[in-house]
């Protein structure tokens, strides 16, 4: 798809050049006439010539970036993406666009895992790669379709891989999100599918799956048996939004060691103020428990691997654990379907990949002073609104981001109609801890910004 349309590119500038240095000799009225005539001819002929030795040299070639304030519009990215570009919105020197040359691949060295890598294995700048795919999953009931379409909106504005999502919600949400999704514009739709599901639990008491934690929520727990297919998954909560490309958590897949399977935060930085440590009365894992709101599985291996547990010594499968389990537990647990992934990596701790906090961030990690050092260093990469404060007014960080998200017109420029109006929203939640952290909170999502025009500009010719 290689749509390079369009800055017209007019002749004027060069004829102008040509005609203009042949006028003072014109007004000379002392000069012969077959001066004239021969001069006359000479710039017609020299100025066509010179135009058209131009026009070869930089075929359709637009012109050179001037720091003028001009929005230079390029019709569409090398995804087929729409691409408005402001040149103030960018810090590196302009540069004429055809000295702009695809940048060679960082070369990947096999090597061990460091710590560095741990904290920030990605973000090199990935080419395009035809065949790869991200699985997204959602769980949607009640009243969460606004809030699961902006999520998935997030997904689709920075991505560079073409995405699936697994959308399950109750089935008269069905022809709500397929309109939705159809409102998108061709060109982002263009790179996902989505697939619909039902509500299913197949095996145990379906009304008591229903009624564990908030409705629906236990769905996920099925998704390897009913996905068979699929070899991975990022499964996230309906409150969550991608402030950089979903590719990136994707590729934690890749860190995992031969005994990982999933991946997810820890519920709480400081262990001794967590929920767990305080008020759990069942097992979970680590100091003070995982949150499941972001999700990252290898289902294959999911589907495979033997689960040690406190009910049966030799493990078992994933289908065969999750009753038994639930019936252990059923009195024992308060937040549901998460509680009981917190039982089960308690028994089997290596096979969970704990990922930094900014790939989960919550209140929680901010709302009584910042305590997630990652999002201090690098921003957050994955924002999770839980407790509601996309739709309240208790963490108005929280709440800007939701709306600036939801709000945005996908045909309008990200840093006019995105970026700049939420650094001046977050001049109005300087009155709450989290509304403080603007950098936090934005610095990922202009990188993903600078990095989604970048890519574009220099794969287009
Ligand atoms: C529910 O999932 C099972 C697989 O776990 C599948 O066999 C069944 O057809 C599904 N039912 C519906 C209504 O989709
Ligand atoms: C998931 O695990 C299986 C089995 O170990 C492996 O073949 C597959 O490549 C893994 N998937 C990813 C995306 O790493
Ligand atoms: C994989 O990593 C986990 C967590 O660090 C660890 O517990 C486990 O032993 C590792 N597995 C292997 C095979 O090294």
């Known amino acids: 798809m290689k749509n390079v349309t369009a800055t017209k590119y007019t002749v004027n500038d060069v004829s102008a050049g040509g005609s203009g240095s042949c006028q003072p000799v014109l007004r000379s009225h002392t000069m012969k006439l077959y001066y004239k005539i021969a001069i006359v001819v000479g710039c017609l002929v020299g100025g066509r010539l010179l135009f058209y030795l131009l026009l070869n040299m930089f075929p359709a070639q637009p012109p050179p970036r001037q720091g003028d ?67 997204l999953a959602v769980v949607a009931c009640g009243d969460r379709l606004e809030e699961t ?41 263009s790179r996902l599918e989505y697939s619909l599901y039902p509500i299913n639990f197949s095996m145990g008491n379906p009304q008591e799956w229903k009624k564990l934690f908030k409705p629906c929520a236990a769905q996920r727990l099925f ?40 991946a997810m935060a820890l519920e709480h930085e400081i262990p001794k103020i967590g929920w767990y440590s305080r008020f759990a009365r069942h097992p979970y894992y680590g100091a003070a428990g995982v949150n499941s709101g972001v999700m990252l599985m290898n289902l294959t291996r999911m589907r495979s691997q033997l689960f040690k547990n406190s009910m049966i010594p030799t493990g078992l ?104 109006p939420l650094q001046n929203s977050f001049l109005n939640t300087v009155h709450t801890l989290c509304g403080r952290l603007s950098q936090v909170f934005l610095k990922q999502l202009e990188q993903a910004m600078k990095k989604a025009y970048e890519l574009r500009v220099i794969h287009i010719g």
């Open 69 to 135: 304030g001009r929005v230079w519009r390029v019709a569409q990215g090398f995804q087929g993406r729409p691409v408005t570009r402001h040149p103030a919105a960018f810090r590196s020197p302009p540069r004429p666009m055809f000295d702009e040359q695809p940048r060679p691949l960082p070369k990947r060295r096999k090597k061990p895992v460091h710590d560095r890598d741990l904290q920030e294995p990605i973000f090199r700048l990935h080419r395009w790669k035809g065949e790869e795919w991200v699985h």
């Open 149 to 189: 379409m902006t999520m998935l909106k997030s997904a689709i504005l920075f991505n560079i891989y073409k995405i699936k999502f697994h959308i399950f919600a109750e089935d008269v949400l069905h022809p709500q999100f397929e309109s939705s999704i159809k409102a998108w514009p061709y060109l982002y739709k």
């Open 223 to 262: 998704l390897p048996m009913i996905l068979k297919d699929v070899d991975s998954l990022l499964y996230v909560d309906t409150d969550v939004l991608f402030l950089r490309p979903v590719d990136d958590v994707w590729k934690f897949l890749r860190l995992f060691n031969s005994t990982q399977l999933a």
């Open 317 to 420: 499968r994933w289908e065969e654990l999750l009753y038994p389990l639930y019936h252990k537990y059923k009195n024992a647990i308060t937040w549901g379907d998460q509680d009981l992934l917190n039982i089960i990596f308690h028994y089997n701790p290596e096979y969970l990949y704990v990922f930094p906090c900014q790939w989960n961030y919550r209140p929680d990690h901010c709302m009584y002073g910042s305590n997630c050092r990652g999002a201090e260093n690098q921003g957050v990469s994955i924002l999770h609104g839980n407790r509601g404060v996309y739709h309240n007014n208790k963490q108005p960080a929280f709440k800007i981001m939701y709306e600036a998200i939801r709000n945005f017109p996908f045909e309008e420029n990200l840093f006019q109609s995105l970026y700049f």
